[in-house]
């Protein structure tokens, strides 16, 4: 069982920056892989970005690569979304997920658990 909770979203200009956190309690967090999701209003859920249980593969769309690096700490059980160069249209709830295979996927079926998610607000 992981229960996970995402902290630092925000409004921001774009062209700016935020740093989102996931707080994941259990003992086999590292054993999970991880990833970000988000949904925008009248739209589907999608996938965002991904991590393998050891942090050393990542995955990412294609409409966030090169400004979005997510990143994990096994020893703090936690997993970060650095967002750079932001734009309107990435404005969404963002979710924490925690996915039991291990490689970075961006399958949102694999994914078993989930944050409550967290508001993200580009203002053009």
């Known amino acids: 069982q992981v229960q996970l909770v995402e902290s630092g979203g925000g409004l921001v200009q774009a062209g700016g920056s935020l740093k989102l956190s996931c707080a994941a309690s259990?003992?086999?967090?590292?054993?999970?892989?991880m990833g970000w999701f988000r949904q925008a209003p009248g739209k589907e859920r999608e996938f965002v970005a991904s991590?393998?249980?050891?942090?050393?593969?990542?995955y990412y769309a294609d409409s966030v690569k090169g400004r979005f690096t997510i990143s994990r700490d096994n020893a703090k059980n936690t997993v970060d979304l650095q967002m750079d160069s932001l734009k309107a249209e990435d404005t969404a709830v963002y979710y924490c997920?925690?996915?039991?295979?291990?490689?970075?996927?961006?399958?949102?079926?694999?994914?078993?658990?989930w944050g409550q998610g967290t508001q993200v607000t580009v203002s053009s």
């Open positions: 997920a925690a996915s039991p295979f291990t490689k970075a996927t961006y399958r949102v079926y694999e994914y078993d658990y």
């Open positions: 259990g003992r086999t967090f590292s054993t999970y892989a």
């Open positions: 991590i393998s249980w050891s942090g050393g593969n990542t």
